[in-house]
């Protein structure tokens, strides 16, 4: 039976795209995904969402049909989650770090070993930052029981591209529910300042403003990285490590901005998110979503707000998995369940 996805529902964007290839692959489902992205300035697929799609396919051996860029529409037709070693070029600076979270769930639940290169722009508008992938992102699926190991050759930033990412991701057997309702208590705060082909004191003032606004927090550790390489830009991922959960934020360079702002959004909109008493930020939420959609029994977690994303992410999955998310809101957070 083929399921149909409308690809403008909720928010209507890539996530639908990436959920619904990637739940397809791990329920063996072809799907059939129409209107894609077709409430946005550009409508249909980018060349970043055609990759995503050829690396899933090329983890499940499956077979696709409409798959070009600027399609409205195409179907994909799982086969076997296989694993094996690949590499993509999505060219310019589409982002990896999309092209990875879209991997993650089919490529954990693969007969084996999956590793994949993947090269174009690590660190670009509307997408999380390749650092808040290793060290939020696989941080909280490792709870699931994935496995994954990233290794960042180069930086991509926008226009230019030029990154280098390789990522290896084991087979896991199956997944668990996890239980994050309560993140516990700050252990630590950690981050990383970067820049390519800037001055060495952009990352100096990132760094520090950041460290400014953390001052009364606790232990505070950010690193500092200057890079040469094929293209231009800046910014910085902080992440706070609990007990239970880890939360990060991040902020990105823009022409215009100046080099403190970038720290000092990034630490108060992280602080922001403590205060909350969230166990995971909103980004971590809808992402998480997939995993708890596939995971041996129930899962539940806090996060600031249900974001749109999320919403959209619960729509999409319900369409695979004859499960039903409840969701509640208890004070200043938003509790999400799926028994």
């Not at 084996?112 to 509307?126: N, Q």
């Not at 800046?234 to 215009?256: F, R, Y």
């Not at 539940?300 to 994303?309: D, I, K, M, N, Q």
Request: glycine share 12%; net charge negative; with cysteine.
């Amino acid at each position: 039976m083929m399921i149909e996805i409308d690809g403008s529902t909720g928010e209507g964007g890539g996530q639908v795209l990436r959920t619904s290839i990637a739940l397809s692959a791990v329920t063996q489902q072809p799907v059939r995904i129409v209107k894609i992205r077709a409430g946005r300035t550009n409508p249909g697929l980018s060349q970043q969402h055609v990759t995503s799609i050829e690396a899933v396919a090329a983890i499940s051996d499956a077979r696709v049909e409409g798959l070009c860029k600027g399609a409205s529409e195409i179907e994909f037709h799982p086969g076997a989650l296989l694993g094996g070693k690949h590499r993509f070029d999505i060219g310019t600076a589409g982002s990896i770090p999309l092209v990875v979270l879209g991997c993650l769930l089919p490529a954990s639940l693969s007969k084996d070993t999956v590793d994949i290169t993947i090269t174009g722009g690590t660190d670009v508008k509307w997408s999380p930052p390749i650092d808040y992938i290793r060290d939020v992102h696989v941080p909280t699926a490792e709870r699931f029981g994935v496995a994954c190991s990233t290794e960042l050759a180069s930086r991509g930033f926008y226009p230019e591209g030029g990154g280098e990412v390789s990522v290896e991701i084991a087979s896991s057997g199956g997944l668990r529910g996890v239980n994050l309702r309560e993140r516990g208590g700050l252990r630590r705060i950690r981050g990383i300042a970067y820049s390519q082909n800037l001055p060495d004191h952009v990352v100096s003032r990132i760094r520090h403003s950041a460290m400014r606004k953390l001052a009364s927090v606790g232990e505070v550790k950010i690193a500092s990285e200057v890079r040469r390489g094929h293209s231009k830009g800046a910014g910085i991922v902080l992440t706070a490590e609990c007990e239970n959960s880890v939360i990060g934020q991040s902020a990105l360079g823009e022409k215009g901005v100046r080099a403190e702002m970038l720290g000092e959004t990034c630490a108060s909109d992280l602080l922001d998110t403590i205060a909350s008493g969230a166990a995971v930020d909103e980004h971590m939420l809808d992402q998480m979503l997939p995993y708890m959609a596939v995971a041996r029994g129930g899962s539940a977690v806090t996060a600031e707000s249900l974001t749109a994303h999320a919403e959209t992410n619960m729509t999409v999955i319900g369409s695979f998995v004859d499960r039903e998310f409840t969701v509640v809101e208890k004070g200043d957070v938003v509790e999400v369940a799926l028994d």
